[in-house]
C-alpha cells in the first residue's frame, strides 16, 4: 500500500467518478492498477483479500464510493 502522493509522484493518473474520496488510478510504469483513499492506494487484489478478513471496510468504501450501502 502506497499513498496517494507517492503514487503521484510515480506517475499516477487518478479518476474519481462518484465521490471525491475514492479515486481509481493507473499507475502506467508499473502496470497497475489502484484504488485510493485517504488511507492509500491499493491493488484490487489487496482490497478483496482485505475485505475478506475486514467485511466492515467493503461497506465503509461502497458507502463511500456511492454514500449508500
Same mark, same amino acid.
Given at each position: $500500500?502506497?499513498?496517494?502522493? +507517492? +503514487?503521484?509522484?510515480? !506517475? %499516477? ?8 474520496? /475514492?479515486? *481509481?488510478?493507473?499507475?502506467? #510504469? $508499473?502496470?497497475?492498477? %489502484? /484504488?485510493? $483513499?485517504?488511507? !492509500? ?19 465503509? *468504501?461502497?458507502? #463511500?464510493?456511492? !454514500?449508500?450501502?
Amino acid at each position: $500500500m502506497i499513498t496517494l502522493s +507517492a +503514487a503521484v509522484k510515480a !506517475g %499516477a493518473v487518478c479518476l474519481s467518478l462518484l465521490s471525491p474520496e /475514492v479515486q *481509481f488510478c493507473r499507475l502506467t #510504469k $508499473m502496470h497497475l492498477d %489502484a /484504488v485510493c $483513499m485517504r488511507d !492509500g492506494c491499493r491493488t484490487t487484489k489487496q482490497l478483496s483479500r482485505e475485505w475478506r478478513h475486514h467485511p466492515e471496510r467493503q461497506n465503509d *468504501f461502497y458507502l #463511500k464510493l456511492y !454514500g449508500a450501502r
